[in-house]
């Protein structure tokens, strides 16, 4: 038997057809010796029924009842029948095949099942189990339709890409999995070579260097969806292997990139949606995402601005605000309008909570007022002249009804628990839209960060990008662009040196020595002194972007086989021990670890 359709075919055209359908039995159910199936495959779920009543006479019915029998759950099945209404009042209108059944006339079973771990079924009422379950029996969690449909519109999203950057004119190069590491911050994994003894390949982080000497190369326009590592502790929402749509052109200045990646997006949006996406995005320097939005990846999808009021009330006689200003800090408001809190405003019991939620992320506290029909009302209004009041008033546009809350203390740390204060407030204020997406490009960034503890200079993205202004100001900043979409840096890009003395410089800069720049990066200098033309490019992370598009919680819900929390593959249980044969062929040793048990999971 070969099937006619697919499961997520038929509809009430098709009532009276002869049809074979193929695939895995969801849900059984047997009212009074009239057995229903729900079958199942990539396409959709269409109902089955077994009923003797019903079928011809020159049908076997006990040898067909007997072959029904052994359809278990998640059995893989071939049956034939007859489409059919289903009986009135049982549509299913959810299940766009819903106002047909199938009666079945002949099956066979394909493949037993063993009884599944959990529920398939894509109901509400059936728990999923934790996500390491999951995981486990990851080949299982695809076939329910939630997973199945996020990897498809992970394809089509790709897709889309691909034909767009085709007709662009740009190239697809696969750069090489095993090379010497390249520094994008984070631990590299290393592949030993066997056949050069205590020598080792880096799985790259990215393909940075390679993408740069293909301009080098002439190649003027590539793309890869290129898969990156990158060994870090784990994060709620990283993965070690990731993937990126990397992309790199010569010859270019900052906005042919720009707009080549707006393109692509608006490209991409309409073939998903069938909606213009508007562009160009807005650009926001660093300076600023840092100072309105206490983030260098804001979320513009809700207002909440931060307000710096350091200036104004720096002559109050207020204990608290002085001794932080004593110590250079700053303070920090942000206006909750009354427009947004809804009928009953922010009531106290809310702003105690803010206030301890503020202590939580290391804040000293909170202090708050209350916007009067032309003054200010709380405990502490007492220490600030009407001139104070109206300023303050003014700076926040402040209205009768509006609750202002402030932030003191050092300026790094007020931004950032402000930058959270925002997103906590739209949160719980529900002023987040849903389906609304912003894109943004955070420009203007700086170069270097001097790393707190050790005062050293860090490169603030990666060392190759450009600089803008001079050289030997650590308050340079670079020629790069961030694309942010709703809170989430989805990728960074710049503009790269392609002058080999400028890159020379940078890399002294970040305190390597002429020795470790040869060691590291001789290869890649020299590459730039044949002739590199101007280039530049962006990275955007895949995994991330589809997750966001999906409103996932996590990448690992739009990537086939993810590693878990613990950086593990459950389905096929890695990073697992090899034998010391084939570790001594590479000539490596190996403290003893535990092996990750799978039993534990069943
Ligand atoms: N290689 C960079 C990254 O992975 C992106 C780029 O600058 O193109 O973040």
Not at 179 to 191: M, N, Q, Y
Not at 498 to 508: A, G, N, T
Request: proline share 5%; with cysteine.
């Amino acid at each position: 038997m070969k099937r006619t359709h697919t499961c997520g075919e038929l509809r009430p055209e098709h009532l009276g057809q002869e049809v074979c359908l193929q695939g895995w039995v969801r849900f059984s159910r047997d009212h009074g010796g009239v057995l229903f199936f729900d079958l199942a495959d990539a396409y959709g779920i269409t109902q089955l029924v077994y009923d003797p009543e019903d079928v011809d006479d020159g049908v076997d019915k006990e040898a067909l009842l007997g072959i029904v029998h052994t359809f278990s759950r998640e059995s893989v099945v071939s049956v034939n029948g007859l489409v059919r209404e289903r009986v009135p009042g049982t549509e299913d209108d959810r299940n766009a095949t819903g106002r047909v059944e199938v009666l079945i006339t002949d099956a066979e079973l394909l493949n037993h099942s063993r009884a599944p771990p959990f529920e398939l079924g894509d109901q509400k009422e059936f728990l999923l189990p934790g996500e390491d379950m999951r995981l486990r029996y990851r080949y299982l969690d695809l076939r329910r339709t939630e997973m199945a449909s996020a990897l498809r519109f992970r394809h089509r999203f790709v897709s889309l890409a691909r034909r767009f950057l085709e007709e662009e004119g740009f190239v697809e190069v696969e750069t090489p999995m095993l090379c010497r590491s390249t520094p994008e911050g984070a631990r590299d994994f290393l592949v030993p070579s066997r056949v050069h003894p205590g020598s080792f390949y880096a799985l790259p982080q990215s393909p940075q260097l390679f993408k740069q000497m293909l301009m080098v190369g002439g190649l003027d326009r590539y793309y890869q969806l290129a898969r990156c590592f990158r060994d870090e502790d784990s994060r709620a929402d990283r993965q070690p292997e990731f993937t990126q749509l990397d992309l790199e052109m010569s010859f270019v200045d900052r906005d042919d990139i720009i707009r080549a990646i707006e393109g692509m997006m608006a490209y991409i949006w309409k073939g998903l949606y069938g909606v213009e996406l508007q562009t160009p995005f807005p650009h926001i320097s660093f300076a600023e995402a840092m100072s309105r939005y206490g983030s260098d990846k804001p979320d513009l999808r809700f207002g909440l601005p931060l307000v710096d009021v350091t200036d104004i009330v720096r002559d109050a006689p207020y204990e608290i605000f002085q001794r932080i200003l004593a110590k250079e800090g700053v303070i920090v408001g942000v206006n909750v309008k009354s427009s947004l809190a809804g009928a009953e405003g922010v009531g106290r019991n809310e702003i105690d909570r803010l206030i301890a939620w503020a202590k939580k992320q290391g804040m000293g506290g909170m202090t708050w007022m209350r916007a009067t029909a032309d003054g200010l009302d709380s405990n502490i209004v007492k220490y600030f002249t009407p001139e104070v009041i109206a300023s303050l008033r003014q700076s926040m546009d402040a209205e009768e009804g509006d609750l202002l809350l402030f932030l003191a203390g050092p300026q790094k740390r007020v931004l950032e628990a402000g930058g959270l204060l925002r997103q906590k407030l739209a949160e719980d204020l529900g002023l987040i839209p849903e389906n609304s997406f912003q894109f943004l490009w955070l420009v203007d960034c700086p170069m270097f960060e001097k790393d707190a503890v050790t005062g050293r200079l860090d490169a603030f993205h990666h060392p190759f990008v450009r600089p803008c202004g001079d050289l030997e100001s650590s308050q340079m900043g670079g020629e790069s662009y961030d694309l942010v979409l709703n809170g989430v840096e989805l990728g960074s890009g710049s503009l790269r040196n392609h002058d080999p003395e400028v890159q020379r410089r940078i890399f002294r800069l970040l305190g390597m020595s002429d020795e470790k720049i040869e060691e590291d990066f001789g290869f890649f200098l020299e590459a730039l002194s044949y002739g590199a033309p101007p280039h530049g490019g962006i990275a955007l992370g895949i995994d991330r972007v589809i997750s966001i598009l999906l409103g996932k919680e996590s990448i690992r819900e739009v990537i086939a086989f993810p590693k878990n929390k613990k950086a593990q593959s459950l389905v096929d249980g890695s990073p697992r021990k090899v034998e010391d044969e084939k570790l001594s062929e590479l000539q490596i040793m190996s403290v003893a670890f535990d092996d990750l048990d799978l039993e534990d999971l069943e």
